[in-house]
Nanobody, 120 residues
Framework: QVHLVESGGGLVQPGGSLRLSCAASESIFSFNAMAWYRQAPGKQRELVARITSGGSGDYADFVKGRFTISRDNAENAVSLQMNSLKPEDTAVYYC??????????????WGQGTQVTVSS
């Protein structure tokens, strides 16, 4: 079974920065794509950023220019650098990984999440 473990969450003031990391039990290159999602209280889970095995990144409009997703090969992980944080960024952030198998079968894996709180 694939395991994803998030870390780096915590409390930060508005305008501050935080770096999240997602450590995978397998090579990150064995996944077609990895992504960060978040879910705030009372809201649905939403996509924050996605990165392919080739290194192409994609971002939600509400984080574009503030967040950066990247791969850390040495740590076998995918990171999310969050800058200029806003109170509305407060949420549980989840790591996600997709793997496409034979016959177009898709396998999706999730981490347990890490809490990010942006408050004065």
């Amino acid at each position: 079974q694939v395991h994803l473990v998030e870390s780096g969450g915590g409390l930060v003031q508005p305008g501050g920065s935080l770096r999240l990391s997602c450590a995978a039990s397998e090579s990150i290159f064995s996944f077609n794509a990895m992504a960060w999602y978040r879910q705030a209280p009372g809201k649905q889970r939403e996509l924050v950023a996605r990165i392919t095995s080739g290194g192409s990144g994609d971002y939600a409009d509400f984080v574009k220019g503030r967040f950066t997703i990247s791969r850390d090969n040495a740590e076998n992980a995918v990171s999310l650098q969050m800058n200029s944080l806003k109170p509305e960024d407060t949420a549980v952030y989840y790591c996600n990984a997709d793997r496409f198998l034979y016959a177009g079968i898709r396998r999706t894996y999730w981490g347990q999440g890490t809490q990010v709180t942006v408050s004065s």
